[in-house]
């Protein structure tokens, strides 16, 4: 998805808010995917451009699926930690494509970013005046868990939907 187009935005929408398929009954929701392409001016360490709107696509994307699947009580943060993840692969990661897999099972939201990288990230110390580089310790300290997959490739975290609920 690399339009922004009122149209495409629409359509994106009706997909989103019928990710659980048509006349659908079940009370666990097929996971939604979706992906973006990575701009080929994209340079290591910064976010292109022609990429700087998706992390903001991809919140309205995770919205839409969570108002749609009654989840509001999760949505702050799982908006937050989303944009983490998505800036950090279209910074750092070096695949063609970032993609997104939001999962809603056993009571929690699992959402999974997959930029291509073998990088393992790690939690960095940034200095106190530092404008970056806080991101993981946010996903840190705002998710049930989170955990990136063996090849570096997949970042994830996971809320409970259990109101109040704390790591």
Same mark, same amino acid.
């Given at each position: 998805?690399?339009?922004?187009?009122?149209?495409?935005?629409?359509?994106?929408?009706?997909?989103?808010?019928?990710?659980?398929?048509?006349?659908?009954?079940?009370?666990?929701?097929?996971?939604?995917?979706?992906?973006?392409?990575?701009?080929?001016?994209?340079?290591?360490?910064?976010?292109?451009?022609?990429?700087?709107?998706?992390?903001?696509?991809?919140?309205?994307?995770?919205?839409?699926?969570?108002?749609?699947?009654?989840?509001?009580?999760?949505?702050?943060?799982? +908006?937050? @930690?989303?944009?983490? !993840?998505? =800036?950090?692969?279209?910074?750092?990661? $070096? %695949?063609? *494509?970032?993609?997104?897999?939001?999962?809603?099972?056993?009571?929690?939201?699992?959402?999974?970013?997959?930029?291509?990288?073998?990088?393992?990230?790690?939690?960095?110390?940034?200095?106190?005046?530092?404008?970056?580089?806080?991101? +993981?310790? @946010?996903?840190?300290? !705002?998710? =049930?868990?989170?955990?990136?997959?063996? $090849? %570096?490739? *997949?970042?994830?975290?996971?809320?409970?939907?259990?109101?109040?609920?704390?790591?």
């Amino acid at each position: 998805m690399t339009t922004t187009h009122p149209v495409e935005q629409e359509h994106t929408r009706r997909r989103v808010l019928s990710a659980d398929g048509p006349g659908a009954h079940s009370s666990t929701p097929a996971p939604l995917m979706f992906s973006f392409d990575r701009s080929p001016d994209s340079v290591p360490g910064a976010v292109s451009p022609r990429n700087a709107c998706q992390p903001r696509q991809a919140r309205r994307i995770l919205r839409a699926a969570l108002r749609h699947w009654k989840c509001v009580n999760v949505m702050d943060s799982a +908006l937050l @930690l989303l944009t983490e !993840l998505v =800036t950090n692969a279209l910074q750092h990661g $070096d %695949g063609p *494509t970032v993609g997104v897999r939001v999962e809603l099972r056993d009571g929690c939201l699992t959402v999974a970013v997959t930029d291509g990288s073998a990088a393992v990230p790690v939690p960095r110390g940034p200095g106190p005046d530092a404008e970056n580089g806080r991101g +993981l310790f @946010l996903v840190d300290a !705002l998710s =049930t868990s989170w955990g990136v997959s063996p $090849d %570096g490739g *997949t970042t994830w975290f996971v809320l409970s939907l259990t109101e109040g609920a704390t790591t």
